[in-house]
């Protein structure tokens, strides 16, 4: 199993990264793929989900309307846009797969995680 991130990196404030996960090794239609972050001296968050099975998508308030997540499964891919980068969005992102379609877990109950990629947005 592997979920490899990449797309992260320095941008200026109000600047625009897009991050990409891509999934290998189990059966990406069962399960459900978040972003996740970590900034120093903070506890993981989730900042967006989505399900490929019921075609559901969430949000953490911090991003609503800056940050949009999509879905590729003939790529096993999952992708995160993100515009309008405030230096508070500066952390690590971190891919997560949770198994969805038979548990009902999905972002809730991470499987499997990624290494992560580095975002810092300069003020």
């Known amino acids: 199993v592997q979920l490899v991130e990449s797309g992260g990196g320095l941008v200026q404030a109000g600047g625009s990264l897009r991050l990409s996960c891509a999934a290998s090794?189990?059966?990406?239609?069962?399960?459900?793929i978040g972003w996740f972050r970590q900034a120093p001296g903070k506890e993981r968050e989730r900042v967006s989900c989505?399900?490929?099975?019921?075609?559901?998508?969430s949000y953490a308030d911090s991003v609503k309307g800056r940050f949009t997540i999509s879905s590729d499964n003939a790529k096993d891919t999952v992708t995160l846009q993100m515009n309008s980068l405030k230096p508070e969005d500066t952390a690590v992102y971190y891919c997560?797969?949770?198994?969805?379609?038979?548990?009902?877990?999905?972002?809730?109950?991470?499987?499997?995680w990624g290494k992560g990629t580095l975002v810092t947005v300069s003020s």
């Open positions: 997560g797969a949770g198994e969805i379609k038979y548990s009902g877990r999905g972002c809730r109950g991470v499987d499997y």
């Open positions: 090794g189990f059966s990406f239609d069962d399960y459900a």
């Open positions: 989505i399900s490929s099975s019921d075609g559901s998508i």
